[in-house]
């Protein structure tokens, strides 16, 4: 487990240089025709524009070696019509074609490509973090989407407040989660791993710390992280059932569902599992040990904006209520 912080490797990741499922390598490829086409264009119209430059400065330049009668205009005209139909009109016209063409059929494999009783995901932004859930397993789980590797899996994208976009640039394109709408995005990932993405849509103050990470196991492991998030959470004992009564009696319970428990808010995360995820905070603080302890102390002071108010806990009582999370796995 580790905070996810602007580190080089994470700047790597979110660039998402290599497409690492089908959506993502069918965006991929039309970025390459597109890019090359560019700039094929780009040295045909330079190589036109420089050989002009020079035949004009030949032309005009009036010293006794370079001299030359001055064209008939008509004939300059003649001359130059060739050149204005190829590069006016002929060029542009195929150079779009190619692109419209490439583009239609690229929007037509990115439509939702999966089967009616795949996997079904919903995604809903909050500021400033992402909500997931499970409605066939009753799963609940917050900042991280668990996927089956080499299959395609379908979002359902809600927004809670404002406009947020999804974007995991190794998987698939950007799409945003709007208010009172649903949009839906199908992602596989081809092989089991770590796929970092970010809210792409300036949605506020912490904005710039909304990472959403997609974990994709094989087949088995899906099946036994899904059925682990499933469980309520464990009995606690000790120091972790006083932090549980500290968690009920401080309002965090106002906020948050811990399953299992009377904690059923659901303005922020579901905490069940919190102690499995691989960070709290948009991915600033890990959600065990000091981190977590500095999070409940003063989560202004890590996450200005936060929505979370500054809790009126002792130091002891939090010391509680982060040995009882950290039960939570
Ligand atoms: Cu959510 Cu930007």
Same mark, same amino acid.
């Given at each position: 487990?580790?905070?996810?912080?602007?580190?080089?490797?994470?700047?790597?990741?979110?660039?998402?240089?290599?497409?690492?499922?089908?959506?993502?390598?069918?965006?991929?490829?039309?970025?390459?025709?597109?890019?090359?086409?560019?700039?094929?264009?780009?040295?045909?119209?330079?190589?036109?524009?420089?050989?002009?430059?020079?035949?004009?400065?030949?032309?005009?330049?009036?010293?006794?070696?370079?001299?030359?009668?001055?064209?008939?205009?008509?004939?300059?005209?003649?001359?130059?019509?060739?050149?204005?139909?190829?590069?006016?009109?002929?060029?542009?016209?195929?150079?779009?074609?190619?692109?419209?063409?490439?583009?239609?059929?690229?929007?037509?494999?990115?439509?939702?490509?999966?089967?009616?009783?795949?996997?079904?995901?919903?995604?809903?932004?909050?500021?400033?973090?992402?909500?997931?859930?499970?409605?066939?397993?009753?799963?609940?789980?917050?900042?991280?989407?668990?996927? $089956?590797?080499? #299959?395609? !899996?379908?979002? &359902?994208?809600?927004? /809670?407040?404002?406009?947020?976009?999804?974007?995991? @640039?190794? %998987?698939?394109?950007?799409?945003?989660?709007?208010?009172?709408?649903?949009?839906?995005?199908?992602?596989?990932?081809?092989?089991?791993?770590?796929?970092?993405?970010?809210?792409?849509?300036?949605?506020?103050?912490?904005?710039?710390?909304?990472?959403?990470?997609?974990?994709?196991?094989?087949?088995?492991?899906?099946?036994?992280?899904?059925?682990?998030?499933?469980?309520?959470?464990?009995?606690?004992?000790?120091?972790?059932?006083?932090?549980?009564?500290?968690?009920?009696?401080?309002?965090?319970?106002?906020?948050?569902?811990?399953?299992?428990?009377?904690?059923?808010?659901?303005?922020? $995360?579901?905490? #069940?599992? !919190?102690?499995? &995820?691989?960070?709290? /905070?948009?991915?600033?603080?890990?959600?065990?040990? @000091?981190? %977590?302890?500095?999070?409940?102390?003063?989560?202004?002071?890590?996450?200005?904006?936060?929505?979370?108010?500054?809790?009126?806990?002792?130091?002891?009582?939090?010391?509680?209520?982060?040995?009882?999370?950290?039960?939570?796995?």
């Amino acid at each position: 487990m580790r905070a996810i912080g602007w580190g080089t490797a994470d700047v790597a990741a979110v660039a998402g240089i290599e497409p690492r499922g089908s959506a993502a390598r069918e965006i991929d490829t039309l970025w390459w025709l597109l890019f090359v086409l560019g700039a094929v264009a780009l040295v045909l119209v330079g190589a036109a524009l420089a050989a002009g430059l020079a035949r004009r400065r030949d032309d005009g330049s009036g010293g006794p070696a370079t001299r030359r009668e001055q064209p008939d205009a008509q004939e300059s005209e003649r001359a130059a019509r060739p050149w204005l139909v190829a590069g006016g009109v002929v060029l542009p016209l195929v150079t779009i074609a190619i692109v419209l063409v490439a583009t239609i059929d690229s929007m037509r494999s990115l439509e939702a490509r999966a089967d009616a009783d795949a996997l079904t995901i919903d995604v809903i932004g909050h500021q400033w973090w992402w909500e997931v859930r499970y409605p066939d397993a009753g799963v609940v789980t917050a900042n991280e989407i668990h996927i $089956p590797a080499a #299959t395609p !899996v379908r979002l &359902r994208l809600h927004s /809670a407040d404002v406009v947020h976009s999804f974007w995991v @640039p190794e %998987l698939a394109g950007k799409l945003d989660l709007i208010p009172e709408r649903v949009n839906e995005l199908v992602i596989d990932a081809d092989r089991p791993g770590e796929y970092l993405g970010r809210c792409a849509e300036f949605c506020g103050l912490q904005h710039a710390n909304m990472p959403v990470l997609v974990v994709a196991h094989d087949d088995a492991g899906f099946r036994s992280w899904l059925q682990e998030q499933a469980d309520a959470a464990p009995e606690p004992d000790g120091a972790a059932a006083e932090g549980l009564t500290a968690f009920l009696d401080g309002g965090c319970a106002a906020c948050h569902t811990i399953s299992g428990t009377s904690a059923d808010g659901e303005r922020g $995360p579901d905490l #069940t599992h !919190v102690a499995s &995820r691989a960070f709290i /905070a948009g991915g600033l603080l890990e959600p065990v040990g @000091p981190d %977590l302890r500095t999070w409940i102390t003063d989560p202004h002071a890590v996450k200005p904006g936060v929505l979370m108010p500054d809790p009126e806990l002792t130091p002891a009582e939090i010391d509680r209520i982060v040995a009882y999370l950290e039960t939570l796995r």
